[in-house]
T-cell receptor, first 115, second 111 residues
Framework: GAVVSQHPSRVICKSGTSVKIECRSLDFQATTMFWYRQFPKQSLMLMAT?????????EQGVEKDKFLINHASLTLSTLTVTSAHPEDSSFYICSARLWANNEQFFGPGTRLTVL | RKEVEQDPGPFNVPEGATVAFNCTYS??????FFWYRQDCRKEPKLLMSVYSSGNEDGRFTAQLNRASQYISLLIRDSKLSDSATYLC????????????FGAGTRLFVKA
């Protein structure tokens, strides 16, 4: 199947710093990527839809100025958590969708811990 | 009402048991349906797509009933390695593509 990578896999940072997470589709082009957040023992929650060459579409309750998304190429989307706080600590997962069958391929996730 | 609802679980079963997972969705405009498996602290991985005609892959059988807006997953002869969280996933396309995840049902298979 298609491969999606994420970097970094784990990050620990101090409160107030910004963290950038990269999501890459390695063997296919993805015009649309998705960013999810998952808190312990909860399901994935869609944060935003990242569209190549245009602005991301954010879900209700997700601050676009806090979670900056850039999808500059067909294989790369980035999520920047600005001025991170402990409540932002979570598992962030990206996915890329294949147009052919709507299957989503997920990255391995990034575990963010904000101290 | 949640857009995608699953059995709350967890399910604790012995090896060899047959396990059935149920899922309902509320939006009749839902277009495609999947079961994903998620292991602890890992990303979800596609288990199988779900079609109205039914879909079988070895010990796994998935079924979709559009009239009832109901999706099922059956695991026969369960193995220890089947222990995971099973996520019901529904794709919508109502002016924009959107994926809705169920909360997941945790399965523990014990020897």
């Amino acid at each position: 199947g298609a491969v999606v990578s994420q970097h970094p896999s784990r990050v620990i940072c101090k409160s107030g710093t910004s963290v950038k997470i990269e999501c890459r589709s390695l063997d296919f082009q993805a015009t649309t990527m998705f960013w999810y957040r998952q808190f312990p023992k909860q399901s994935l929650m869609l944060m935003a839809t990242s569209n190549e060459g245009s602005k991301a579409t954010y879900e209700q309750g997700v601050e676009k100025d806090k979670f900056l998304i850039n999808h500059a190429s067909l294989t790369l989307s980035t999520l920047t958590v600005t001025s991170a706080h402990p409540e932002d600590s979570s598992f962030y997962i990206c996915s890329a969708r294949l147009w052919a069958n709507n299957e989503q391929f997920f990255g391995p996730g990034t575990r963010l811990t904000v101290l | 009402r949640k857009e995608v609802e699953q059995d709350p679980g967890p399910f604790n079963v012995p090896e060899g048991a047959t396990v059935a997972f149920n899922c309902t969705y509320s939006n009749s405009a839902s277009q495609s349906f999947f079961w994903y498996r998620q292991d602890c602290r890992k990303e979800p991985k596609l288990l199988m797509s779900v079609y109205s005609s039914g879909n079988e892959d070895g010990r796994f059988t998935a079924q979709l009933n559009r009239a009832s807006q109901y999706i099922s997953l059956l695991i026969r002869d369960s193995k220890l390695s089947d222990s995971a969280t099973y996520l019901c996933v529904v794709n919508l396309n109502t002016g924009g593509f959107k994926t809705i995840f169920g909360a997941g049902t945790r399965l523990f298979v014990k020897a």
